[in-house]
T-cell receptor, first 114, second 114 residues
Framework: GNSVTQMEGPVTLSEEAFLTINCTYT??????LFWYVQYPGEGLQLLLK?????DKGSNKGFEATYRKETTSFHLEKGSVQVSDSAVYFC?????????????FGSGTQLTVLP | ETGVTQSPTHLIKTRGQQVTLRCSSQ?????VSWYQQALGQGPQFIFQ???????GRGNFPPRFSGLQFPNYSSELNVNALELDDSALYLC?????????????FGPGTRLTVT
């Protein structure tokens, strides 16, 4: 079946530190991959996406590259800010019949200290 | 462009009762998906609606049901509530014809079953 494994948190960094959150997946075929971010008390916001191997998604300084050979989609940011504190979810999108559904990892809590 | 909205924000119900949650999709989107997010977990796919019909379902019992209306808004109904149904319920809308099938989430409805 399809599944997503994320590095376990919580992760605590100082402002301006480098961030990596690991994500690996298991899937049949070639799913699209996404990172979503959830701020306290809110729904999920789409952060970035990649739809095929070697694609790099990027947004707000965050980047992730779709690596088919390692089935990975690690999230990186060169210099985190306090405002980046949130829970980050890696997800894959696959087709089941005519539906397209997201399968999520368990999330990684990031806290950035000033 | 109007984003995804959900109502109510919070809800408290008693075990055995029934509940209806509502979702208005983002302008121009024709597909609605519902997810259940238990505390500290990633969202789990419940089902998806397209053209007013359910076109995919996750591992949830039949007491979880839904509707989609001609204006693409949607309802999630849960009968015979159980304590384990306590969760954040997220609605996501998307455009079936788009290439990457991004799903955009609403703020969620927090359901507490006592």
């Amino acid at each position: 079946g399809n599944s997503v494994t994320q590095m376990e948190g919580p992760v605590t960094l100082s402002e301006e530190a480098f961030l990596t959150i690991n994500c690996t997946y298991t899937a049949t075929g070639y799913p699209s991959l996404f990172w979503y971010v959830q701020y306290p008390g809110e729904g999920l916001q789409l952060l970035l996406k990649a739809t095929k191997a070697d694609d790099k998604g990027s947004n707000k300084g965050f980047e992730a590259t779709y690596r088919k050979e390692t089935t990975s989609f690690h999230l990186e940011k060169g210099s985190v800010q306090v405002s980046d504190s949130a829970v980050y979810f890696c997800a894959l999108l696959f087709s089941s019949g005519s539906a397209r559904q997201l399968t999520f990892g368990s999330g990684t809590q990031l806290t950035v200290l000033p | 462009e109007t984003g995804v909205t959900q109502s109510p924000t919070h809800l408290i119900k008693t075990r055995g009762q029934q509940v209806t949650l509502r979702c208005s999709s983002q302008s121009g989107h024709n597909t609605v998906s519902w997810y259940q997010q238990a505390l500290g977990q990633g969202p789990q796919f419940i089902f998806q609606y397209y053209r007013e019909e359910e076109n995919g379902r996750g591992n949830f019992p039949p007491r979880f049901s839904g509707l989609q209306f001609p204006n693409y808004s949607s309802e999630l109904n849960v009968n015979a509530l159980e304590l384990d149904d306590s969760a954040l319920y997220l609605c996501a809308s998307s455009l079936a014809q788009s290439g990457a099938y991004e799903q955009y989430f609403g703020p969620g409805t927090r359901l507490t079953v006592t």
